[in-house]
């Protein structure tokens, strides 16, 4: 326990320490989830034209 | 191995052989972060100048690395674009100008929070920092070059010519703490003949290096594979695929 928290105090630094580990963890994250979406409503416009033009 | 090159330049085999290497690359690179985090965070012992405080090295300097590796990275596929107007690279420039964007914010952000508790100020207008900021501008101006021009190859162009202006930019960057005097501190893993920096922090600088570096290359697929599909949606194989057949 005491171990964990003078981890996350890092020696009097946390805030800089886990402001950085932060917004690091954000932007990576961010640019994985954008193409991801982006990638998932391509597929399936392309999906709907096809069907659409199947129909028709 | 020359056709292997040659399938991957006609954007259906990239998109095929890109989809089977995808899961693959953010597996190691997860396992690879994981790795680097344990070593930087709980491994590797405190800095005896810098106390806990240097751990930000850790996501610092890998991003600083990343920011200037995917400017060359975009610049030369850029030129690959003007010069043999090759599709693929105009892809691989456009879809890196955004993530090499992040690293760069990120290389700034994460160094302003290291330098305020070390030198005691978020910023200094110097030569270093300076130049990093330019470069995100850089990067700014070519991803809003692509988001301006309609035209597809028309915009590729235009940013491709930025970008090759823009690579001054990069040996000033990396060179700036030698030439000018700087609250910066001098490269601690270049000088390859004797580093001066323990191996328990090394290797987990490494690690994270590496472990960025294919971060980079899984969104630049990831990226790359929905422009190719836009780009080709009216051609036979997206919309045989678009079919499910």
């Not at chain 1, 996350?8 to 950085?20: D, E, I, L, T």
């Not at chain 2, 899961?23 to 985090?37: D, E, H, Q, S, V």
């Not at chain 2, 290291?114 to 990093?132: H, N």
């Not at chain 2, 021009?149 to 700036?176: C, M, Q, W, Y």
């Given at each position: 326990?005491?171990?964990?928290r003078?981890?996350?105090?890092?020696?009097g630094?946390?805030?800089?320490?886990w402001s950085?580990?932060?917004?690091?963890f954000?932007?990576?994250?961010?640019?994985?989830?954008?193409?991801?979406?982006?990638?998932?409503?391509?597929?399936a416009?392309?999906?709907?034209?096809?069907?659409?033009?199947?129909?028709? | 191995?020359?056709?292997?090159?040659?399938?991957?330049?006609?954007?259906?085999h990239?998109?095929?052989?890109?989809?089977?290497l995808?899961?693959?690359?953010?597996?190691?690179t997860?396992?690879?972060?994981?790795a680097?985090?344990y070593?930087?965070?709980?491994?590797?012992p405190?800095?005896?100048?810098?106390?806990?405080?240097?751990?930000?090295i850790?996501?610092h300097?890998?991003?600083a690395?990343m920011?200037?590796?995917?400017?060359?990275?975009?610049?030369a596929a850029?030129?690959?674009?003007?010069?043999?107007?090759v599709?693929?690279?105009?892809?691989?420039?456009?879809?890196?100008?955004?993530?090499?964007?992040s690293f760069t914010?990120?290389?700034?952000?994460?160094?302003?929070?290291?330098?305020?508790?070390?030198?005691?100020?978020?910023w200094?207008?110097?030569a270093?920092l300076?130049?990093?900021l330019l470069?995100l501008?850089?990067?700014?101006?070519?991803?809003?070059?692509?988001?301006a021009i309609?035209?597809?190859?028309?915009?590729?162009?235009?940013?491709?010519?930025?970008a090759?202006?823009?690579?001054?930019?990069i040996?000033?960057?990396?060179?700036?703490?030698?030439?000018?005097?700087?609250?910066?501190?001098g490269?601690?893993?270049?000088?390859?003949?004797?580093?001066?920096?323990?191996?328990?922090?090394?290797?987990?600088?490494?690690?994270m290096?590496?472990?960025f570096k294919?971060?980079?290359?899984?969104?630049?697929l990831?990226?790359?594979?929905?422009?190719?599909?836009?780009?080709e949606?009216?051609?036979?194989?997206v919309?045989?695929?678009?079919?499910?057949?």
């Amino acid at each position: 326990m005491e171990a964990l928290r003078e981890f996350f105090n890092m020696g009097g630094y946390a805030f800089y320490v886990w402001s950085a580990y932060g917004v690091t963890f954000i932007v990576l994250v961010a640019n994985v989830a954008v193409p991801f979406i982006r990638a998932r409503e391509l597929r399936a416009r392309l999906a709907r034209q096809a069907r659409m033009e199947r129909s028709s | 191995m020359w056709t292997f090159f040659h399938q991957l330049g006609s954007p259906k085999h990239f998109y095929r052989i890109s989809g089977r290497l995808l899961p693959w690359l953010a597996g190691i690179t997860a396992l690879l972060m994981a790795a680097g985090l344990y070593g930087g965070l709980i491994n590797a012992p405190p800095d005896y100048q810098q106390g806990e405080s240097y751990r930000i090295i850790f996501i610092h300097v890998p991003s600083a690395w990343m920011s200037l590796f995917i400017y060359v990275i975009m610049a030369a596929a850029g030129a690959a674009g003007l010069i043999w107007r090759v599709k693929l690279a105009d892809v691989v420039a456009a879809a890196s100008a955004p993530i090499g964007a992040s690293f760069t914010f990120l290389a700034l952000v994460t160094g302003s929070l290291w330098g305020k508790p070390m030198w005691g100020t978020y910023w200094v207008w110097d030569a270093r920092l300076t130049s990093e900021l330019l470069l995100l501008f850089l990067y700014f101006g070519v991803i809003g070059l692509h988001a301006a021009i309609e035209d597809k190859r028309t915009a590729s162009r235009a940013a491709a010519v930025l970008a090759l202006v823009g690579v001054v930019n990069i040996p000033i960057i990396h060179f700036s703490v030698q030439w000018w005097s700087t609250l910066h501190q001098g490269p601690t893993v270049s000088k390859l003949d004797a580093p001066s920096i323990h191996l328990s922090m090394l290797v987990p600088l490494l690690i994270m290096a590496l472990a960025f570096k294919l971060y980079y290359f899984t969104v630049l697929l990831m990226r790359a594979r929905t422009e190719v599909l836009e780009r080709e949606r009216a051609s036979a194989w997206v919309r045989e695929l678009a079919r499910g057949t």
